[in-house]
């Protein structure tokens, strides 16, 4: 199935776990949506961290954080509570296909995934994560997908992962935000 062609949204009114209302676009600043993979994804929560620490620089910019997974709002609660920002549970994938975040076996299989797949895992297997479900909602296959928006709900940039963890960085995400 080809992936949307997606310049502009409608406006949203998303809930994340904790019960907070997200309007997005949002009119007084950028919004980054991140769509990660399921509750607890070791790749997930190295990449999440990485912004959680950064997450005054980013807001700074003027940037709004809010980040989608594939779970039960339970499931993912227990998982990113800590998070200074949004995380939204859509475990009937509902954005997912709206946005055209796919999943494959190739999320995993990919080589270039595999260092940080080592690193989650390992970081899970020390106590730093709390340990993902056996079998996870909606599977382990799912595709990263990173989309900037202004607050007149158009897409200014977009990345569609090729595996797992194909995803912006911080410092890429603040490169687009500076040339916005």
């Known amino acids: 199935m080809p992936r949307p062609s997606i ?3 409608p406006r949203y009114e998303f ?4 019960g907070e209302h997200i309007p997005v676009p949002d009119e007084h600043r950028l919004v980054h949506l991140q769509f990660r993979r399921f509750a607890g994804c070791p790749i997930c929560n190295l990449h999440l961290r990485s912004f959680a620490a950064r997450h005054d620089e980013i807001s700074a910019a003027g940037i709004r954080e809010v ?4 779970s039960p709002a339970d499931e993912l609660r227990t998982h990113t509570s800590d998070l ?7 475990p009937n994938r509902r954005y997912y296909k709206e946005f055209g975040v796919e999943s494959t076996p190739r999320a995993l299989l990919d080589p270039r995934a595999w260092p940080t797949i080592v690193r989650g895992v390992a970081a899970t297997a020390t106590g730093r994560f709390r340990a993902p479900a056996a079998r996870p909602h909606g599977g ?7 989309f900037l928006i202004d ?5 200014v940039a977009a990345k569609y992962g090729e595996h797992a963890d194909d995803q912006w960085s911080v410092d890429e995400l603040l490169e687009l935000v500076r040339r916005v």
């Open 151 to 155: 607050a007149g709900g158009t897409v």
């Open 84 to 90: 200074p920002f949004a995380t939204i549970a859509d």
């Open 15 to 18: 809930v994340s776990v904790t």
């Open 67 to 70: 980040a989608f997974f594939h």
């Open 7 to 9: 310049t502009t949204i």
């Open 140 to 146: 382990r296959l799912g595709l990263p997908a990173d």
